[in-house]
Nanobody, 127 residues
């Protein structure tokens, strides 16, 4: 069974950077497209970004495009979300999920019904 653990969250000032990691165990991650999603207080899940199993397709929400960069290292069984130029509105709990539909030439990232999820990591952007 695939298990995911997010790490790298924390408190950062506006304009700062954080690097989130999603580490997999139990199964190899290279067969799965992986997505990052977030939930801000009082809001539902929001798509952040996703990457195909090969890494050739990467999608971003409009709100983070140009500031966040998603990459994967299948040899290390990890997916990394580099977040730069952080804003207070990026404050949320960030979750990674494996087995995600990655739209072609779009911003679409949809977790499949049997997707595996991590427990999340808190990101707080505040001065």
């Amino acid at each position: 069974q695939l298990q995911l653990v997010e790490s790298g969250g924390g408190l950062v000032q506006p304009g700062g950077s954080l690097t989130l990691s999603c580490a997999a165990s139990g199964l190899t991650l290279d067969s799965y497209a992986v997505g990052w999603f977030r939930r801000a207080p009082g809001k539902g899940h929001e798509v952040v970004s996703c990457i195909s199993d090969s890494g050739r397709e990467t999608n971003y929400a409009d709100s983070v495009r140009g500031r966040f960069t998603l990459s994967r290292d299948n040899a290390k069984n990890t997916v990394t979300l580099q977040m730069d130029s952080l804003k207070p509105e990026d404050t949320a709990v960030y979750y990674c999920a494996a087995d995600v539909y990655v739209g072609v030439r779009s911003s679409t990232c949809i977790p499949r019904p049997d997707a595996s999820w991590g427990r999340g990591t808190q990101v707080t952007v505040s001065s």
